[in-house]
Nanobody
Framework: QVQLVESGGGLVQPGGSLRLSCVAS????????VRWFRQAPGKHREFVAL???????NYKDAVKDRFTVSRDNNKNTAYLQMNFLKPEDTGVYSC??????????WGQGTQVTVSS
């Protein structure tokens, strides 16, 4: 059974930092790309960051200079380091893992709230 568990969310002041984790089980994690998405209240879910199986990365323009996505295949874990957080970064952050071919899997999400 495939399971993805995100953690690391919370309440942080503007300018602060958080590191999200996405731990996978039930798959060969190194064969899966990882995307991070977020959904703010009343808005559609949006792409935030990607890390491929080859560790190539890509980011939403609004977070490019502040967020860093990484992975540790030995720990079956992907990370999203978020620095200089802004109120507009508030939302539920979810990871999505998918292979080159075939369907992917979603985590349950973790809440990030940026507020003073």
């Amino acid at each position: 059974q495939v399971q993805l568990v995100e953690s690391g969310g919370g309440l942080v002041q503007p300018g602060g930092s958080l590191r999200l984790s996405c731990v996978a089980s039930g798959i060969k994690f190194s064969d899966y790309h990882v995307r991070w998405f977020r959904q703010a209240p009343g808005k559609h879910r949006e792409f935030v960051a990607l890390i491929t199986t080859e560790a190539t990365t890509n980011y939403k323009d609004a977070v490019k200079d502040r967020f860093t996505v990484s992975r540790d295949n030995n720990k079956n874990t992907a990370y999203l380091q978020m620095n200089f957080l802004k109120p507009e970064d508030t939302g539920v952050y979810s990871c999505y893992v998918y292979p080159l071919r075939g369907g992917g899997y979603w985590g349950q999400g973790t809440q990030v709230t940026v507020s003073s």
